[in-house]
């Protein structure tokens, strides 16, 4: 072999080897596979998924996953792992949304836990943090779980499924992503605001959160400048909040330590204790139910290492209806 052939040669076993080397490092960012291990790291103060009450860790909520990874990163922990039937989708098309939570044997799981109040919740997102859904798909005997679903617009959507497997002793979080065809307009995160203002509803959120240590947030329910004080219980409580940590999508999911009973009325304010891992932004998404139906108020959180009060207006604002929103649907 020439010199010059042993040259080309060698160019070419180069960018062989850097196309497989850039092809891994894809792979290795997107819906990693966390190391299978059953012990769960110790959980800070409070935490259950970034915010549990000792109370409720006594009831067999788990804190951050195994190795000390935040939920909602892997597509697969603790020998549990999120199977879609599908990953890709049509915008603006009603479609079934099918899945499955395979075993540490390979099969579904068709056993679980009851946690507030369902076996599985489903949270779908794009991921430019906009069209949040939190629904509840139902269960076939074989294990597979299914929901009429519309995807909205197209881009990368991401997938969480909570749940919590019979006799697992905490709750698990994994999350895929799934592509869907059609138009992509990217939406930018809201700026930070201290109201969230919608079909006639005003949300205030006050608190100092502060990155690793147990936070205080309080949210505050108003209808036409009035306080809201029959909020009917959702899953158990007076409220259900979701936090997602911009740029990975880490899932935090708090509840408030009030919990509540069939036929009771809460509110104005529903606390919850929470813990935000590390300075990030935070996208919050807050549902309630009001005169049977379920609403969801979204906010932008900057969480620093120095407490940073949210500071509310003097007054609430008169309901107002931003234009173009609409009510994101839900599928309880």
Known sequence: MNRA????????????ALAFGAAFGIGSAVDPIAAADDTPAAPAHG??????SPTEQSAGHGGHQSGG?????AVSEAGYTFAPAQTFFTSGTKTQLRFTIQGPDGRPVTKYTKTHEKDLHLIVVRRDLSGFHHVHPTMAADGTWSIPFTFTAGGTWRLYADFQPAGHDSTITLGTDVNVTGMYVPVPVADPASVYSFDGYDVTLQGTPV???????TFTVSRAGKPVTDLQPYLGAFGHLVSLRGGDLAYLHNHPAEHTEAGSKGGP???????????????LFLDF?????????EFTVRVGSVGSAFVPPTAVPTATTTPGHAETPHGH
């Open 289 to 297: 139910q009001h005169a049977g139906k379920v609403h969801t108020a």
């Open 47 to 52: 935490e259950e998924m970034g915010g549990m």
């Open 69 to 73: 990874q935040l939920p909602g990163l």
């Open 269 to 283: 304010s529903i606390t919850f204790a929470t813990t935000f891992p590390t300075a990030a932004t935070y996208s």
């Open 211 to 217: 990155a690793g240590k147990e936070s205080e947030l």
């Open 5 to 16: 052939a042993a040259l080309r040669l060698g160019a070419f076993a180069g960018a062989l």
